[in-house]
């Protein structure tokens, strides 16, 4: 494509045609994800190889991850459930549900703030979009959500939480947050390739999350106790984690729902794209030289 020109003077006083280069501007910039998604084949392959090379020589493979957090989801359940005084059949399929859910979104955010500077050896040889690198990485996670979702499958067998037909919103919530995850993947990892300071400060705030978004607790479990502790959970309601956490876990495991969590998270992706985009626009280009 060739790029736009000017006019403009040469010393003999002529008019000359000069080449403006449109690297940063917005049609390159969509350009990349339209590029990077059309090479799905390329970032398919490699999503799928990057978990076969994980557990290279292994018997169990990938389902270590389902192992782990089967494991995990019951001890803090089990735990938490005596610290809170809550009753086990209904905390236990909060929290399990919770963590696989958290496993997915903090990934997309500690691995999209590594995203570039880990395949920096592609970026500088592979002539490919920069959003391949993004939407390898999302597919990698949708494939270990997709194992994770052994233990949610376990879940409904053992405590047979009471679904409806809302229960089917969970998956376009799931698209709305992979899609998230795609935005997120691309900003941060162009905000941490040019500081190297960014990750270890994202490492930071997503343990800190952890403890603020209500996976081993619930929000209804402090309102309860009414008073300061009923003030507190309504403190949850200013992190945007909370609310995407919501939209996917309350229909999938029949707990009610408000609409105005789906427009946090709709107003959250808006933002967030529109930061993306032109993040893409201005600084698309510089990634292989900072990485």
Same mark, same amino acid.
């Given at each position: 494509?060739?790029?736009?020109?000017?006019?403009?003077?040469?010393?003999?006083?002529?008019?000359?045609?000069?080449?403006?280069? #449109?690297?940063?501007?917005?049609?390159?910039?969509?350009?990349?994800?339209?590029?990077?998604?059309?090479?799905?084949? !390329?970032?398919?392959? =490699?999503?799928? /190889?990057?978990?076969?090379?994980?557990?290279?020589?292994?018997?169990?493979?990938?389902?270590?991850?389902?192992?782990?957090?089967?494991? *995990?989801?019951?001890?803090?359940?089990?735990?938490?459930?005596?610290?809170? #005084?809550?009753?086990?059949?209904?905390?236990?399929?909060?929290?399990?549900?919770?963590?696989?859910? &958290?496993?997915?979104?903090?990934?997309?955010?500690?691995?999209?703030?590594?995203?570039?500077?880990?395949?920096?050896?592609?970026?500088? /040889?592979?002539?490919?979009?920069?959003?391949?690198?993004?939407?390898?990485?999302?597919?990698?996670?949708? =494939?270990?959500?997709?194992?994770?979702?052994?233990v949610y499958v376990v879940i409904l067998v053992i405590f047979q939480?009471?679904?409806?037909?809302?229960?089917?919103?969970?998956?376009?919530?799931?698209?709305?947050?992979?899609?998230?995850?795609?935005?997120?993947?691309? =900003?941060?990892?162009?905000?941490?390739?040019?500081?190297?300071?960014?990750?270890?400060? =994202?490492?930071?705030?997503?343990?800190? !999350?952890?403890?603020?978004?209500?996976?081993? &607790?619930?929000?209804?479990?402090?309102?309860? *106790?009414?008073?300061?502790?009923?003030?507190?959970?309504?403190?949850?309601?200013?992190?945007?984690?909370?609310?995407? !956490? #919501?939209?996917?876990?309350?229909?999938?495991?029949?707990?009610?729902?408000?609409?105005?969590? &789906?427009?946090?998270?709709?107003?959250?992706?808006l933002a967030g794209w529109a930061l993306t985009i032109l993040?893409?626009?201005?600084?698309?280009?510089?990634?292989?030289?900072?990485?």
């Amino acid at each position: 494509m060739s790029a736009p020109a000017t006019k403009s003077e040469n010393e003999a006083g002529e008019r000359v045609t000069v080449p403006v280069s #449109d690297s940063q501007s917005f049609k390159r910039a969509f350009g990349d994800l339209r590029t990077g998604f059309s090479q799905r084949e !390329l970032w398919l392959h =490699l999503g799928w /190889q990057d978990i076969k090379q994980r557990y290279r020589r292994s018997v169990i493979g990938p389902f270590w991850i389902t192992i782990a957090t089967a494991v *995990q989801a019951t001890a803090m359940g089990l735990l938490y459930s005596v610290l809170l #005084d809550v009753d086990l059949r209904e905390f236990l399929p909060h929290v399990a549900v919770g963590l696989i859910i &958290w496993t997915f979104i903090s990934a997309a955010i500690l691995e999209g703030g590594d995203v570039f500077v880990a395949n920096e050896g592609l970026i500088k /040889q592979l002539p490919s979009a920069l959003s391949v690198h993004v939407y390898r990485l999302v597919w990698r996670q949708i =494939l270990l959500f997709a194992h994770n979702l052994i233990v949610y499958v376990v879940i409904l067998v053992i405590f047979q939480p009471s679904l409806s037909w809302a229960s089917l919103t969970a998956l376009p919530a799931f698209v709305l947050i992979a899609f998230n995850a795609v935005w997120v993947g691309l =900003l941060f990892g162009i905000v941490a390739t040019r500081y190297r300071d960014i990750a270890p400060i =994202l490492a930071s705030m997503v343990t800190l !999350l952890f403890f603020m978004t209500p996976i081993v &607790w619930t929000t209804q479990g402090l309102i309860n *106790q009414g008073g300061e502790a009923a003030n507190r959970a309504r403190l949850v309601e200013i992190n945007p984690l909370f609310h995407y !956490l #919501d939209i996917l876990r309350a229909p999938m495991i029949g707990e009610e729902q408000q609409a105005y969590h &789906w427009y946090i998270v709709i107003a959250c992706t808006l933002a967030g794209w529109a930061l993306t985009i032109l993040a893409l626009k201005k600084y698309r280009a510089r990634v292989p030289y900072w990485v």
